[in-house]
């Protein structure tokens, strides 16, 4: 697989090793709290039962575990959409944290984009668990702040980048991974988790599957200035061969087909995903 050429430029940077986030082994009361606080919000009833629902193919904990979340950070969201993960990370940052919500922009033609951006404000508006969301604006080509620049201590972003790539291609992605590294401190961590492509299929089914290559992903973000730090296959489904004949939106919980082998559909659940975990280098 290779990235098109002509999309991608270097950036230069002074590369650093940087050590994994974690706890280890002989934890501190205070990260012993702060772990038990986010499976507590996890785990709380202020979500919404169609979301939790949801918990056993998107293994909420875990992966933010795996992306070194902790309640003082300043986290970005990208592309909340109606706030699964808002639900978690709003009330888990509130007291001690802050989150930027980097929403669809306000201006748009899209009038999908205008609901989900407006049903987003409300809850902002009216939800008590999302009264400290700084809402921002995003789109892969946009020039607005996601959050003030080298600000950030963890970026976010669920499934998102097949959206990049089929509305915009190679630039797109690049020019979104951009705007993820200039917002981040340095040393700051990029989770990115999408709908996982198998390495053996070709590029071009990429272009309507709903699926990426994580080799792909994992060469824009290392264009941008980006090094891997980790991989996880907490979000792995073995069951998803990936080739289905409205692409990744056959699964559940779309379902475009219909009741048309239904069944078949529920029983190999959502799709497979790659989680990476990447790092914006010190200086």
């Known amino acids: 697989m290779t990235v098109k050429s002509g999309m991608l430029t270097s950036l230069v940077v002074s590369l650093a090793v940087v050590g994994l986030w974690g706890c280890s082994n002989d934890q501190s009361p205070q990260s012993v709290e702060e772990t038990d606080s986010l499976a507590t919000v996890v785990a709380s009833t202020d979500r919404s039962d169609a979301n939790r629902a949801r918990d056993d193919y998107r ?25 699964w993960y808002t639900e978690i990370l709003a009330p888990y940052l509130k007291q001690k944290g802050t989150l930027y919500a980097a929403h669809f922009p306000s201006e748009t033609n899209s009038e999908f984009y205008q609901r989900s951006r407006a ?26 702040l996601i959050a003030p620049a080298n600000s ?29 590294y200039n917002s981040l401190k340095p040393g700051g961590v990029l989770g990115v988790v999408d709908h996982r492509l198998p390495e053996t299929r070709p590029d071009t089914d990429m272009e309507n599957t709903g699926y990426m290559k994580e080799s792909y992903a994992i060469a824009i973000a290392e264009a941008v200035g980006f090094e891997l730090l980790e991989r996880s296959e907490i979000n792995a489904n073995p069951n998803d061969s990936a080739d289905h004949p409205r692409g990744v939106w056959t699964l559940p919980p779309t379902l475009r087909l219909g009741d048309e082998n239904r069944d078949d559909y529920l029983a190999i659940g959502e799709s497979d995903r790659f989680t990476l975990k990447f790092v914006k280098p010190k200086t």
């Open 152 to 180: 950030a201590d963890l970026v976010l972003t669920f499934r998102n980048l097949h959206n990049w790539y089929m509305g915009g291609s190679d630039e797109a992605v690049q020019q979104a991974f951009r705007q993820f």
């Open 59 to 83: 293994h909420p904990y875990e992966t933010l575990q795996f992306f070194g979340i902790q309640p003082d950070m300043t986290v970005v969201e990208i592309s909340p959409g109606g706030g």
């Open 119 to 144: 049903r987003f404000i409300e809850r902002v508006s009216n939800d008590a668990n999302f009264s400290n969301v700084i809402v921002t604006e995003f789109s892969p080509t946009g020039t607005s």
